[in-house]
C-alpha cells in the first residue's frame, strides 16, 4: 500500500506541474544546433549562409536538450575531458499570449558560465553551473523584429545564440580539485516562458506543525516581477488538500509592489502530515491579478516537524527516524549531466524502491525534477551549494557562493523534502591558492551560516568533513570510510560513537567502497588482514590513490561486489544498535565519473555505486534492500558470478540477502535446511549456508516466507575445481546479438586452456570497419579500456548493418580477433 500511495502522489504531483508549465512554459528541447569551440564573435553564430568564405565557417551539429558536451570525453580513457567553450543555437517562433506581456528564458542549468544573445545583442550572462536563472528578452526581440533581417533572413523567427564555458578558474566553486567533472552544456531543461508585465518572480510558503502534529502554520508572502512598475494587484490565495477540498481562501488588495510582500498568515488545525511513508501534500493557487492580466500559479506544501535531537537521534513529527540515506551526482551514462526527466525519475524510484528515505545531494544544487519527486516520494534532502576543495578565494569567489546559496534556498524553499541545507564539502582540503587560511575559511563559513539562516530559519545547516569549521554549523559529518580508506570496517561503531562526541549533532554521510562490477571473490576479505585496525577511520590526502602509503583497502582490496556486499552488510546491522545515530548515507548511489580517477578499473570512474552508472543494479542494491525495504524480498549473492571456484568436496558459502523472517535453501533440487533471519547474525542476517557444490554446473535455489508470501530466487553456475597458472592467452566470442547490438566477451586462460578467474589484466578493445563500439559510457560493460572482472570482459558493438573486425589487446598477451 505505501508503494501505491508513492505511485499515485508521484503521478499527481508530475500531472499538475505539466498542468501548470503548459499554460505559461514551453521546454525549448528541439531544433538546437551545438558547436564545441569557440567563435570569433557572435556575428559568427548568426550571419547568412555564403558570407564570407565557406570553407571557414564552422561545422554545427544538431542536438536536443539537455545536452552536455562531455557526454563522452568525461570517461573517454584516453583524453581529458573537454573544458573550454560551446555554443547553442536556435531559432524561435514568438508568440506571447499577454498584451504588453514579457518574455523569458528560463534555465534550470548550464554549465558554468554562461551567455545569451538574440541576434547579436547580449540579453544576459550568469555564472554557476547548478542553480536556476532567466533573461528577459522581451526588449531585445521587438528590437529584432523591427529589422529588416527578422523577415528576409529568419522568416518571422528570432536567433537565439547561448554560450557555454566550463574553462578551469580558480575564481569559481566549485573547484578542479574536485571528485567529480564540472560539466559544460545546457544540460538541465530550457524553458521559454510568457508572463503578464506583472508576475510572480518568488512565492514563498513556510509550512509548519508543532511536533504533536495538532497545529499548523502557513506563512506566505512573495516577490513580484515587475518591469513596467504597475503599482496596485489584487492577489488570491486557496489552500487545496490532497482530496481537492479548498481549506481556506483570501484575497488581499496589494499596494507596493516592490518588495517581498506579506500575503498570507493562518493556522491549521491537526493538518495531515508529509512524511516518509505517507508524503502528504497541500496545494497553495495563487492568483495576481491586474491591469497587465492575471498571473496564476500554483505551489506545493507539506506540513512535517522535523528536529536533529543535540546529542541525540532526528525525529520526524515527534518520532525518532533513522536517516536512511544515498547520495546522488548528477550523471549517467551516455549524457553525463544531460539527464532527461524520464532517468530522474527512474533514478529517485531505484532509491525509494531500495528503502531511501533521504538523499544529499552531491555537491550542488540539482534539478527542480529531483526535488518534486524527492516531494512525493518521501525522500528527505540534504542539499548543498558546490564550495568543495580547494580553499577559498577572493570576492569574485565568495560573492558567488553567496549568490548561489540565496538561489539555492530561495528556489528550493517550499519543497518539505529539504531538511538541511549544506555548506560546503570538504573545506579542509587546500590546493587552489598559496594560502590556505583557516580562520578565513571559518570567517567565510560563520558568514555562510548565518546567511541560511537568515533565509531560512525553519531548517538546519550542515557541512561534511572540515573539523575546524565543525562548531559553526547545526549538524556535522566527519570523515569516517571504516574499511575502505582506513581501518576495517569492525572499526565503524566505536569511530562513529568517537566523533558522536566531539558535535552537538551528528550524521554520517559518506561511507562505502568501490566495486568493480562484474568482478567476484571467494576470499574478499583477504586484505583486511594487513590493515591497522582500532584507530581513526578519517580518510586522508592520498588515500583515494591506487599507489604508495600505508596498507589500506582502497589500494590493497580486490574491489570485489563480493568485499562491498559485505562491508555494507556489517554497516547496517550496526546501525541497527545505534539508538543515538539520527542516521547515515551510502556514497553514492551511482557509479559516476571524476577526472581525478584515470587508474580505476573503469577509467575516470568512481565505482562506489551500488548501481553502475546505467543503472545496472550490483549485488549490494540488495544487500539495502534486505535490512531498509518492507515488501519481502530474497537475491541469492552472485547472478552475475557465472563461475564459483575452489576445491573438490569443499564447502562454500551460499548467502541469501532477504527480508524475510525464514528461508530455505536447495542445491540441485535437494534441500539443505532452512534458517531465521536475525540481523545480528553476520553475514546476511544469518541467511547463509555452507553448500558442497558439484564440478560443473549447480543450481541454487531460495525459498523465503514472510508470513503468508512467498518469494523465491535462483542462480545457476559453474563450479571450477582446476587450479589455473597465469594468464596465456585470450579469446574473443560473439555472445548475443539484439538487433543491430552485438556482445562480446574475451576470456583469459593459462596455458593449459583453464579460465583464469582472479585475472585482472588491463582489457583494451579496438574495432575497424562498419560498427562503432558502444564506449565511453563508464560501465564495465561499456568502455574500450577496462580492468578485467574474474578472468573476463564485454562491450557491446554497434554493427550499422554491415562487417566489422573486433580486437582485444592486453599487456603481455597475444591481440586476437572476432569477426562479426
Known amino acids: 500500500m505505501l508503494k501505491l500511495f508513492s505511485y499515485i502522489a508521484l503521478f499527481i504531483s508530475l500531472f499538475n506541474s505539466q498542468l501548470l508549465f503548459a499554460q505559461q512554459s514551453i521546454r525549448l528541447n528541439n531544433n538546437w544546433e551545438f558547436l564545441k569551440q569557440d567563435l570569433g564573435g557572435i556575428w559568427e553564430s548568426v550571419r547568412p549562409v555564403g558570407v564570407g568564405n565557406p570553407e571557414a565557417v564552422p561545422l554545427w551539429q544538431k542536438v536536443s ?20 567553450p560551446a555554443w547553442y543555437r536556435t531559432q524561435l517562433k514568438i508568440e506571447n499570449p499577454y498584451q504588453s506581456g514579457r518574455t523569458i528564458l528560463h534555465f534550470e542549468g548550464a554549465g558554468q558560465k554562461t551567455e545569451v544573445y538574440v541576434y547579436t545583442t547580449k540579453v544576459g550572462t550568469h555564472v554557476g553551473g547548478y542553480d536556476e536563472w532567466t533573461v528577459d528578452i522581451t526588449d531585445a526581440v521587438a528590437a529584432f523584429q523591427k529589422t529588416d533581417v527578422y523577415q528576409k533572413q529568419f522568416k518571422g523567427k528570432v536567433p537565439v545564440s547561448v554560450r557555454t564555458d566550463n574553462s578551469r578558474d580558480l575564481e569559481m566553486i566549485p573547484s578542479d580539485l574536485s571528485d567529480f567533472n564540472v560539466y559544460g ?17 518568488k512565492m514563498f510558503a513556510k509550512a509548519e506543525v508543532d511536533a504533536q502534529g495538532k497545529l499548523g502554520k502557513l506563512s506566505v508572502k512573495t516577490r513580484l516581477y515587475n518591469p513596467a512598475g504597475i503599482n496596485e494587484a489584487t492577489v488570491q490565495l486557496k489552500l487545496v488538500d490532497v482530496a481537492g477540498k479548498i481549506v481556506a481562501k483570501t484575497e488581499k488588495k496589494l499596494g507596493n509592489l516592490s518588495a517581498d510582500i506579506d500575503l498570507w498568515s493562518l493556522e491549521i488545525k491537526k493538518p495531515q502530515l508529509w512524511s516518509t511513508e505517507k508524503p502528504v501534500q497541500y496545494r497553495l493557487q495563487y492568483e495576481i491579478i491586474s491591469s497587465a492580466g492575471n498571473s496564476k500559479g500554483e505551489e506545493k506544501i507539506g506540513f512535517r516537524n522535523i528536529e536533529f535531537v543535540e546529542k541525540g537521534p532526528f525525529n520526524l513529527n515527534g518520532k525518532r527516524l533513522l536517516l536512511r540515506g544515498t547520495h546522488r551526482h548528477e550523471d549517467h551514462a551516455g549524457v553525463a549531466a544531460a539527464m532527461t526527466e524520464g532517468m530522474i525519475r527512474e533514478e529517485i524510484q531505484m532509491m525509494k524502491d531500495m528503502g531511501v528515505n533521504f538523499i544529499r545531494l552531491g555537491h550542488y544544487q540539482q534539478s527542480r525534477i529531483v526535488l518534486n519527486l524527492c516531494d512525493s516520494l518521501g525522500i528527505m534532502v540534504w542539499e548543498e551549494i558546490p564550495w568543495c576543495r580547494g580553499g577559498l578565494g577572493g570576492e569574485v569567489y565568495k560573492q558567488q557562493a553567496r549568490r548561489m546559496l540565496t538561489n539555492m534556498v530561495e528556489q528550493h524553499f517550499n519543497h518539505p523534502a529539504i531538511i538541511i541545507w549544506g555548506m560546503g564539502n570538504e573545506n579542509d582540503w587546500p590546493g587552489d591558492f598559496p594560502e590556505f587560511d583557516k580562520e578565513k575559511i571559518r570567517t567565510f563559513m560563520k558568514e555562510l551560516n548565518d546567511l541560511s539562516h537568515k533565509l531560512d530559519k525553519s531548517r538546519y545547516t550542515a557541512i561534511r568533513r572540515c573539523d575546524f569549521c565543525s562548531d559553526i554549523v547545526d549538524v556535522y559529518s566527519p570523515s569516517i570510510w571504516a574499511g575502505w580508506y582506513r581501518g576495517a570496517y569492525t572499526d565503524y561503531k566505536k569511530a562513529s560513537e568517537d566523533e558522536f562526541a566531539k558535535v552537538k549533532r551528528f550524521l554520517h554521510v559518506e561511507w562505502g567502497g ?33 599507489y604508495g602509503g600505508a596498507a589500506r583497502i582502497s589500494k590493497d582490496g580486490d574491489w570485489s ?3 562491498i556486499a559485505n562491508l555494507i552488510d556489517w554497516h547496517l546491522k550496526e546501525q541497527e544498535t545505534m539508538p543515538w545515530l539520527s542516521g547515515t548515507a551510502y556514497w553514492p548511489f551511482k557509479d559516476f565519473s571524476t577526472p581525478v580517477r584515470p587508474d580505476n578499473p573503469v577509467p575516470y570512474m568512481n565505482q562506489k555505486g551500488v548501481v553502475e552508472r546505467d543503472f545496472t543494479k550490483k549485488e549490494a542494491y540488495y544487500v539495502f534492500q534486505s535490512y531498509w525495504t518492507e515488501k519481502p524480498m530474497a537475491h541469492i549473492y552472485g547472478h552475475t558470478w557465472p563461475i564459483r571456484w575452489g576445491d573438490e568436496g569443499e564447502e562454500k558459502m551460499v548467502k541469501v540477502y532477504s527480508n524475510c523472517t525464514d528461508a530455505e535453501i536447495f542445491l540441485n533440487g535437494k534441500s539443505f535446511g532452512s534458517k531465521k533471519r536475525n540481523s545480528q547474525d553476520y553475514p546476511a542476517a544469518g541467511l547463509r549456508w555452507n553448500l558442497p557444490f558439484l564440478k560443473g554446473e549447480n543450481t541454487v535455489k531460495v525459498i523465503a516466507k514472510q508470513g503468508k508470501e512467498t518469494i523465491t530466487d535462483e542462480i545457476k553456475f559453474i563450479y571450477q575445481t582446476e587450479k589455473w597458472t597465469k594468464p596465456a592467452k585470450m579469446e574473443l566470442k560473439k555472445i548475443n546479438q539484439l538487433d543491430d547490438v552485438a556482445t562480446v566477451e574475451v576470456k583469459i586462460f593459462d596455458d593449459k586452456g583453464l579460465s583464469c578467474l582472479d585475472a585482472i589484466n588491463l582489457i583494451t578493445f579496438g574495432l575497424t570497419g562498419d560498427g562503432k563500439l558502444i564506449d565511453n559510457q563508464g560501465t564495465s560493460s561499456g568502455s574500450r579500456k577496462v580492468q578485467a572482472y574474474n578472468g573476463r570482459a564485454m562491450i557491446k558493438v554497434k554493427l550499422n548493418k554491415g562487417q566489422s573486425a573486433v580486437s582485444v589487446s592486453a599487456e603481455g598477451l597475444k591481440t586476437v580477433f572476432t569477426t562479426l
Open 185 to 201: 552544456g545546457i544540460y538541465r531543461y530550457l524553458n521559454l516562458v510568457y508572463v503578464p508585465s506583472l508576475s510572480v518572480d
Open 514 to 546: 568501490d566495486s568493480h562490477a562484474l568482478r567476484h571473490s571467494e576470499n574478499p576479505d583477504k586484505a583486511l588482514s594487513k590493515i591497522k585496525t582500532g584507530g581513526s577511520a578519517d580518510e586522508r590526502a592520498g588515500d583515494a590513490s591506487l
Open 561 to 563: 561486489e563480493s568485499y
Open 65 to 84: 536538450l539537455p545536452h552536455c558536451f562531455n557526454a563522452e570525453d568525461a570517461v573517454d580513457p584516453d583524453v581529458n575531458y573537454y573544458q573550454g
